[in-house]
């Protein structure tokens, strides 16, 4: 093992379990790519591999993720283009040989492992046209998903996330709504969320949108919801994306987690963080933006979070 095959912008490296994927770090790189810098992606995690003609003169090896491995594609939800997937690697057409045998090696290899692609009992309607249609979605994550703190600029406000509990949206003077200044900058504890959903910023529409448990409301339009960050000409796919998986993934690892007895009841908000909010909330009631009963009904609503 540890064939290597370099490509334009990555390099693949084949191990006994895995396909390490390292992306280069150029100023041509895509800001996606060197934002992932290398993922470790688990044969059981993918269900194909193919290589296909490119544009001018390249040939591509696409390593095709199962549905539900990765918490990238699922918060991309197919909204990526073609030259920011991270699972597709570029090569010149002279290479296409030995691509050839890449490709025959990592297929060997996923059809050789239990429960991976080609196994008996993972394959599904035989699919074989390089799709993941075919194949049995995986239970839980399998790639790793962005790590630590994250955070970054949208149009109405900044997102951020602590990388394990908590998220926040903090909102901009220039840029929120009267909705969202009304409601107050908001935090969202990870067990109060059951997912993510992420507009592409590459759009005229894109934001991030937190989803509670219980099926809050969601006939808010993003730019009135205060459990969404819209982007405008902020929020670039390579930070809203890798935050929206970040969270996701932390909202499915606490779903699969036993939560031992009283734990939930004794959890309380951070006095620091509450304190922070009412004081927030005290500017945006001296702007006038806030009427004196709203004041007094969210600064009764924060201390009771303590």
Same mark, same amino acid.
């Given at each position: 093992?540890?064939?290597?095959?370099?490509?334009?912008?990555?390099?693949?490296?084949?191990?006994?379990?895995?396909?390490?994927?390292?992306?280069?770090?150029?100023?041509?790189?895509?800001?996606?790519?060197?934002?992932?810098?290398?993922?470790?992606?688990?044969?059981?995690?993918?269900?194909?591999?193919?290589?296909?003609?490119?544009?001018?003169?390249?040939?591509?090896?696409?390593?095709?993720?199962?549905?539900?491995?990765?918490?990238?594609?699922?918060?991309?939800?197919?909204?990526?283009?073609?030259?920011?997937?991270?699972?597709?690697?570029?090569?010149?057409?002279?290479?296409?040989?030995?691509?050839?045998?890449?490709?025959?090696?990592?297929?060997?290899?996923?059809?050789?492992?239990?429960?991976?692609? $080609?196994?008996? &009992? /993972?394959?599904?309607?035989?699919?074989?046209? !390089?799709? %993941?249609?075919? =194949?049995? *979605?995986? +239970?839980?994550?399998?790639?790793?998903?962005?790590?630590?703190?994250?955070?970054?600029?949208?149009?109405?406000?900044?997102?951020?996330?602590?990388?394990?509990?908590?998220?926040?949206?903090?909102?901009?003077?220039?840029?929120?709504?009267?909705?969202?200044?009304?409601?107050?900058?908001?935090?969202?504890?990870?067990?109060?969320?059951?997912?993510?959903?992420?507009?592409?910023?590459? $759009?005229?529409? &894109? /934001?991030?949108?937190?989803?509670?448990?219980? !099926?809050? %409301?969601?006939? =808010?339009? *993003?730019? +009135?919801?205060?459990?969404?960050?819209?982007?405008?000409?902020?929020?670039?796919?390579?930070?809203?994306?890798?935050?929206?998986?970040?969270?996701?993934?932390?909202?499915?690892?606490?779903?699969?987690?036993?939560?031992?007895?009283?734990?939930?009841?004794?959890?309380?908000?951070?006095?620091?963080?509450?304190?922070?909010?009412?004081?927030?909330?005290?500017?945006?009631?001296?702007? $006038?933006?806030?009427?004196?009963?709203?004041?007094?009904?969210?600064?009764?609503?924060?201390?009771?979070?303590?």
């Amino acid at each position: 093992m540890g064939d290597v095959l370099a490509g334009i912008h990555a390099t693949w490296e084949l191990e006994s379990d895995a396909l390490v994927i390292r992306f280069d770090r150029g100023i041509r790189t895509p800001k996606l790519f060197s934002a992932l810098r290398e993922r470790r992606v688990p044969h059981e995690a993918l269900a194909s591999v193919t290589l296909t003609p490119g544009k001018r003169g390249t040939v591509v090896l696409h390593a095709v993720p199962r549905p539900g491995a990765d918490p990238l594609m699922e918060a991309a939800a197919g909204q990526l283009k073609e030259g920011s997937d991270p699972y597709r690697l570029v090569l010149p057409a002279e290479r296409e040989t030995l691509a050839e045998q890449y490709r025959d090696e990592l297929r060997a290899l996923l059809a050789s492992r239990p429960g991976a692609a $080609g196994a008996s &009992g /993972y394959e599904v309607d035989g699919a074989d046209d !390089g799709s %993941s249609g075919g =194949f049995a *979605p995986a +239970e839980r994550f399998l790639v790793a998903p962005p790590s630590g703190p994250q955070s970054f600029k949208a149009y109405d406000g900044r997102a951020s996330f602590d990388g394990t509990s908590e998220v926040a949206f903090r909102w901009s003077w220039t840029g929120a709504s009267s909705e969202k200044w009304k409601a107050g900058d908001q935090v969202f504890p990870v067990r109060d969320l059951c997912g993510v959903e992420w507009r592409s910023p590459d $759009g005229v529409d &894109g /934001y991030l949108r937190l989803v509670p448990r219980g !099926g809050g %409301s969601r006939d =808010f339009q *993003p730019d +009135e919801d205060p459990a969404c960050v819209v982007f405008g000409r902020y929020g670039p796919v390579y930070e809203s994306l890798t935050f929206a998986a970040a969270v996701l993934a932390a909202v499915r690892g606490r779903d699969r987690a036993p939560v031992p007895a009283g734990v939930r009841g004794a959890e309380r908000r951070d006095p620091g963080a509450v304190a922070e909010r009412i004081r927030h909330l005290g500017e945006l009631h001296q702007a $006038g933006l806030v009427t004196d009963a709203e004041f007094s009904a969210k600064k009764a609503e924060l201390l009771a979070e303590l």
